[in-house]
């Protein structure tokens, strides 16, 4: 049950575009279509941004966005607004489980 | 509106037991899976635990397998986690969720669990 690797922090400046990356295994990332996304502000509790690697839930703005190649998910986050500095978490069925990863600091310059 | 409300948080000494509820309203409680997930002050996500939507299935996490028993009651819309042999690294928020998409879809608020003598 080892954890999904993500980098710990990413950035841009309003109006760019970041990418935050989510690398597992065939066991779990690259084995499922099964990948979430989730933005995590400071005491609140996580919000879903991404579901089944790609699908936005009613109400996500269209300037997220999620794929995977491999063994490696990604959501891309365009035209960066400052309410979109938050912890962004993904996570992946993993056969019977379910696996996290350790967190990404996004930070709007 | 999905809503989930944990309770049953607080301080507990280690070695003792507790058990957080999760009150579901909204949608059809008996037709979802349900997740318990924590995270400890400062740190990331961790994945505790999943029920079947008829409870007849369980998976734990191995950090708390043998320790910890999630259940739920469809007729009362709640979901339990009770927590055995607690330890101070059991310190932590702790979120219900829904499944979806293979995951946890739909969060509660969390409760707080503090493990300390």
């Known amino acids: 049950q080892s954890a999904l690797t993500q980098p710990p922090s990413a950035s841009g400046s309003p109006g760019q575009s970041v990418t935050i990356s989510c690398t597992g295994t065939?066991?779990?990332?690259?084995?499922?279509?099964?990948v979430s996304w989730y933005q995590q502000h400071p005491g609140k509790a996580p919000k879903l941004m991404i579901s089944?690697?790609?699908k936005r839930p009613s109400g996500v703005p269209d300037r997220f966005s999620g794929s995977k190649s491999g063994n490696t998910a990604f959501l891309t986050v365009s035209g960066l607004q400052a309410e979109d500095e938050a912890d962004y978490y993904c996570?992946?069925?993993?056969?019977?489980?379910?696996?996290f990863g350790g967190g990404t600091k996004l930070t709007v310059l | 509106e999905v809503q989930l409300v944990e309770s049953g948080g607080g301080l507990v000494q280690p070695g003792r037991s507790l058990r957080l509820s999760c009150a579901a309203s909204?949608?059809?409680?008996?037709?979802?899976?349900m997740h318990w997930v924590r995270q400890a002050p400062g740190k990331g996500l961790v994945w505790v635990s999943r029920?079947?939507?008829?409870?007849?299935?369980?998976i734990y996490a191995d950090s708390v397998k043998g320790r910890f028993t999630i259940s739920r009651d469809n007729a009362k819309n709640t979901l339990y986690l009770q927590m055995n042999s607690l330890r101070a690294e059991d310190t932590a928020v702790y979120y219900c969720?829904?499944?979806?998409?293979?995951?946890?879809?739909?969060w509660g608020q969390g409760t707080l669990v503090t493990v300390s003598s």
């Open positions: 969720s829904t499944n979806a998409g293979g995951g946890p879809y739909y």
């Open positions: 909204g949608f059809t409680f008996s037709s979802y899976w």
């Open positions: 029920i079947t939507s008829d409870g007849s299935i369980t």
């Open positions: 065939s066991s779990d990332v690259g084995g499922y279509n099964y």
């Open positions: 089944e690697v790609s």
């Open positions: 996570s992946s069925y993993a056969g019977s489980n379910v696996v």
